[in-house]
């Protein structure tokens, strides 16, 4: 072959490689732009919609690990536990497949694919607990564990299978006890024994993990009616009041802290939209100038219910209203000492007076 010959070989083979590279490129950004749209989508509750971009950003790059992912997401999100009927098992089995793909798919050497991994293993085990297949459900918390040790929801998650699974033997105040063998009290027994050190382990990792203690109030109620020695029933009983007090009493704790939270995230944004704005008139009525004031309306942080803005009219005309910081809307009192709403008064304004400056009626 000539050296013109080899010439236009090289030439037609780059040719071809740079499409093929090229395809490639515009596969995998069509591929992402689809899974931002069936985001969009599933974010919004149509989860229909969602899953056929999903299944589009697949078809165009198979190896694009989130889409799997999020249509897993959107099947179990359809999926109604305890559900029987053939389209909720279709649903759950599909979520199934997508999450053990995500598994098969994820780069675990990276922080997104050991993320992606943990959550397809959190799913699974709560897709199982909601079909009841307990014993699966608890494979996948204890192969969760494996992969996070020191993460204390999986030791919360077989604890409460096992706390099922006691209870429903077991009865609410313990009468279904009399009537099961020694064998089956056994198990129950390592059972609830089990969960107890699990939860244990949790409240190690996270002292303040609140539903792990109103579980353990539970398992140790399960211990009492297995119980047989009036004394060790008491004691146990005993111990599952104080746990319950003091879940209850880091609850509140907790709540009160958001709420302050709350508050002072109120307050700062006050501060910010109390400042004067003042706006300059080339030309007006006055031929002058005036200012108009802002002033955020506070509420204490114990109110029972959220707080939501009110219409306030100045006669006939509507109080125009200002965006606060976050984007949401809050009244506006422009310099008022009082608003009048429907001919009635407020404050200390005179039926009749107007306190500068005036809102103009439209």
Not at 8 to 15: C, P
Not at 102 to 113: F, H, P, S, Y
Not at 223 to 247: C, P, S
Request: with cysteine.
């Amino acid at each position: 072959m000539n050296f013109p010959s080899r010439l236009y070989v090289v030439a037609a083979v780059s040719v071809v490689i740079l499409a093929t590279s090229n395809c490639t490129i515009i596969d995998q950004l069509s591929a992402r732009n689809a899974l931002n749209r069936g985001v969009g989508a599933y974010t919004n509750k149509r989860f229909t919609e969602a899953i056929g971009y999903f299944e589009s950003s697949i078809a165009k790059d198979p190896d694009l690990v989130r889409s799997y992912l999020y249509m897993a997401i959107a099947y179990r999100a359809q999926y109604v536990p305890q559900g029987t009927s053939p389209e909720n098992l279709d649903f759950a089995n599909k979520a199934i497949e997508n999450f053990q793909e995500v598994l098969n798919k994820a780069d675990t050497e990276t922080e997104e694919g050991q993320l992606d991994q943990a959550t397809a293993m959190a799913n699974l085990a709560g897709l199982y607990s909601g079909m009841g297949d307990f014993d699966r459900a608890k494979e996948w918390y204890n192969r969760r564990l494996e992969v996070e040790p020191d993460n204390p929801e999986p030791m919360y998650g077989i604890a409460t299978l096992n706390w099922q699974l006691s209870y429903d033997d077991t009865g609410m105040s313990g009468e279904s006890v009399e009537f099961l063998d020694e064998e089956r009290i056994a198990s129950i027994h390592l059972l609830v024994d089990e969960g107890i050190d699990s939860l244990k382990r949790a409240l190690e990792l996270d002292p303040e993990y609140v539903d792990a203690m109103q579980y353990l109030n539970l398992l140790y109620r399960e211990k009492a009616k297995l119980e047989m020695d009036e004394e060790a029933k008491r004691n146990w009983e005993r111990e599952a009041d104080r746990l319950a007090l003091d879940a209850l009493d880091l609850k509140r704790k907790k709540e009160e802290e958001a709420e302050e939270a709350e508050a002072e995230e109120e307050k700062q944004a006050g501060e910010e939209v109390e400042e004067e704005a003042e706006v300059s008139a080339s030309t007006g009525p006055t031929g002058g100038r005036f200012r108009m004031y802002h002033r955020h309306r506070s509420y204490p942080t114990t109110r029972s219910r959220p707080w939501k803005p009110s219409t306030a009219n100045w006669g006939s005309a509507r109080v125009p209203r200002l965006p606060s910081p976050s984007g949401t809307e809050i009244p506006s009192t422009w310099g008022m000492r009082s608003i009048r709403c429907g001919g009635r008064e407020r404050g200390n304004v005179k039926r009749n007076e107007r306190v500068s400056p005036t809102v103009p009626a439209r």
